[in-house]
């Protein structure tokens, strides 16, 4: 199967590296505070089911809209099911359990440490080199990040579920960092990002759906204002328009440099956080901003 240049992907082409990485960044920076509107609602569990079920039918509805197939081959369907389970069910909920034994802002830490496992991953599984900048972007911007939360995380106390919490938060790096080199190969067979997007988040909400019944978790739903509300919010922008920019975004420049956008997603809930819940916004933390800032100059410089 090869990729053939639709006028979608033409119009795709016109988005600038930067601008795909800006989206990205800008949504997923928000998704941290608004995955906290979730939590002792509705299990985990169901709350990634329900949100990837969701955003699973609006890719499926876009790639009818565009002329994409949904009919693909069972080994195509092998690296999607491998693409879904890793990247949005595993990743996910490795993510909302974590949240809710640690302050956001620590697995927000946790995950600035994705470049150098995408680098690691991709090179292990597709070869893929990494150039002295690459590498130097990447330890600039993970620098950076942790210097920026060092207050939050020197003044952190272990507390009941804390460990549990950073080893899912390092499970759930992981995971997204080999649904990285899924969605790469996808892409190599010629794959759309709205295929892989629609089968993906397909095959990540029925494997939550699994892991609920599997937990004996029940498949609840919270009809309250802010739940929906952050439901529709991480559906829609959260997983529709983060993901398509992310994805094309992995095509583009690859795993390692776009898993940059893991770095610079704690900075905008930094400021998001200086800006509504009253964070003060110290010399050492602004420094830190800086220093992942220029880590992502080096980084996209090199795509």
Not at 29 to 45: S, Y
Not at 46 to 66: P, Q, T
Not at 242 to 248: G, I, R
Request: with cysteine.
């Amino acid at each position: 199967m090869t990729a053939r240049a639709t006028p979608e992907r033409r119009g795709a082409a016109r988005l600038s590296t930067v601008q795909l990485f800006g989206a990205a960044v800008a949504i997923w920076g928000t998704t941290w505070f608004a995955i906290t509107f979730q939590l002792g609602r509705v299990p985990p569990e169901a709350s990634v089911a329900w949100r990837f079920g969701m955003a699973a039918l609006l890719a499926a509805a876009i790639c009818r809209l565009r002329g994409h197939t949904l009919a693909l081959p069972a080994r195509v369907h092998r690296e999607l099911a491998l693409l879904g389970v890793t990247m949005f069910c595993a990743g996910y909920l490795a993510v909302y359990h974590a949240e809710a034994r640690l302050a956001s802002g620590l697995v927000a830490v946790g995950y600035s440490t994705s470049p150098l496992v995408n680098l690691a991953i991709s090179r292990l599984a597709l070869g893929t080199r990494a150039s002295r900048a690459t590498l130097l972007g990447a330890l600039l911007g993970v620098s950076g990040v942790a210097l920026a939360f060092w207050p939050e995380v020197a003044g952190w106390r272990a507390r009941p579920g804390a460990l549990a919490g950073v080893a899912l938060t390092a499970l759930g790096v992981l995971s997204s960092a080999v649904g990285n080199v899924f969605a790469t190969r996808l892409e190599r067979i010629g794959i759309h990002v709205w295929q892989k997007m629609a089968w993906g988040m397909a095959y990540g909400s029925g494997g939550c759906l699994l892991a609920a019944l599997a937990s004996g978790q029940p498949l609840t739903f919270d009809w309250t204002a802010t739940y929906v509300a952050s439901l529709l919010y991480l559906a829609v922008l959260g997983s529709i328009g983060a993901f398509s920019s992310f994805l094309t975004l992995l095509e583009r420049i690859g795993p390692a440099r776009a898993g940059y956008v893991g770095v610079m997603t704690p900075i905008v809930a930094l400021l998001l956080s200086g800006a509504f819940e009253g964070l003060a916004l110290r010399p050492l933390l602004l420094a830190g901003v800086l220093v992942a800032v220029a880590g992502n100059v080096v980084m996209l410089r090199q795509g």
